[in-house]
């Protein structure tokens, strides 16, 4: 069972990805070896000299620390503990080997439950991105019990692929790739080189038992292909133990399992803003809808003139045009309701010095934002929005 059962692909095209790598390729019975994250690394080098950004998602703190003490405990808290001791070497492990500068990135998915951090994480990661850094995440295990416990950085690599808004998920793994069952228990396990939709029959096919060092195994990697096909991201399962592999990922051959999106990224996110529930509306001007519905620009607090609603950072809004009360479309806000009160029909250089903090110069960035097109509608926040004292001009 490896690589060569799988015939070779084109990958899709891509410019950013995410590249999950699992414990089994970055450690050994007696902690962290480079054996195999070495090629991984050549890749993420090439990939950054043509002009493509990487986000890696890197397993291996538990096998890391386990290098470090005689661990003896299994349960859920010496592996915390584990975690702990080895994540500064799995960081400078990296950093050995990609010529990038590296950067240490610890999440949970309650992090990106939340609108607040999930905006925060991203704002972080892009800028990470914009300084050519490579950031290096892996789940922030002190607190993520649940995720150690599903062994999950498969379906957390999913979540940021979306945050980032990545073309790719790249997971490589101990193994070629999707095998019709178990490919250690069963001979007869074929190889799938091509997945379209990944179906519940799919998810039970796939073992949920790990290699010895893995969390997961095959069912953890189909559900967050599952997750990234929904927001228009294919997945590749590759064997990241094979040079060849992986030598030839950056020749933008796969030879592995692609799992296809699910349909067009940009619609999926643009479906999820359109259907949101809103939690609030901001009234713009006549400039600002130009500058929205002909130039494609963010919006600016310069352009809005009144706010309602009690909104949150990361809150779905309705724009609407003052002119002739209809929405204009739908973003995430950048600021809080209150925020916005304050620095409405103000220049965005003076956001910090009126709020004294600066999340970016746009009330709701464009790549946040869903324009509603000709047939635009009523807006929805007279009747939803509006309470006694809560509309203010701004
Ligand atoms: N249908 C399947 N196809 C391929 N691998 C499978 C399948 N079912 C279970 N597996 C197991 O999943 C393992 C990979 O998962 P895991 O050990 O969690 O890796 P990682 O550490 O890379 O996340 C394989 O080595 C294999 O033993
Ligand atoms: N956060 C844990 C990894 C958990 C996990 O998902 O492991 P794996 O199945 O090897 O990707 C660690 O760094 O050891």
Known sequence: MNASDFTSQPLPPWRRAVLKVGSSLVAGESGLDPTHAKAL?????????????V?????????????????SGSGLVPKQA???????????????????????????????????????ARATL????????LPVVNENDTVAVDELKLGDNDNLAAAVASLVDADLLLIATDIGGLY?????????ARPITRVERVTDELVAMAGGDAGALGTGGMRTKLEAAAKAATAGIATALFCGRDPDVVTAL????????LVSAGGDRLRARKQWLRHAPGAG????????????????????????????????????????AESDQ????????????????????????????MLGFRYGESVVHRDDLVLLGPRREPALHESRHRQPGQENDA
């Open 180 to 188: 019709s069952a178990h490919p250690q228990r069963e001979p007869a």
């Open 281 to 320: 509306a901001l009234f713009v001007d006549q400039g600002a809808a130009d500058a929205l519905q002909v130039r494609g620009a963010s919006l600016l607090p310069g352009g809005v003139v009144r706010v309602i609603g009690d909104f949150r950072r990361g809150d779905v809004v309705e724009i609407v």
């Open 250 to 257: 950056c020749e933008d051959r796969l030879c592995g399992t």
């Open 126 to 133: 892009r800028e990470l991105l914009r300084l050519r850094a």
């Open 82 to 120: 584990m975690a702990a001791l080895g994540q500064a070497s799995l960081i400078g492990f990296w950093q050995r080997l990609v010529g990038l500068p590296v950067a240490q990135v610890l999440l949970s998915h309650d992090d990106l439950r939340n609108r607040r951090r999930y905006l925060n």
């Open 55 to 71: 986000v890696l998602v890197s397993s291996g703190a538990v096998a890391a620390g386990r290098g470090r003490v005689d661990a």
């Open 326 to 353: 209809l929405a204009l479309g739908r973003g995430l806000a950048q600021y809080a309701a209150d925020e916005i009160r304050r620095i409405a029909r103000r220049r965005s250089h003076d956001i910090e010095s």
């Open 41 to 53: 690394a050549g890749f993420i080098d090439a990939a950054s000299a043509q002009g493509r950004e």
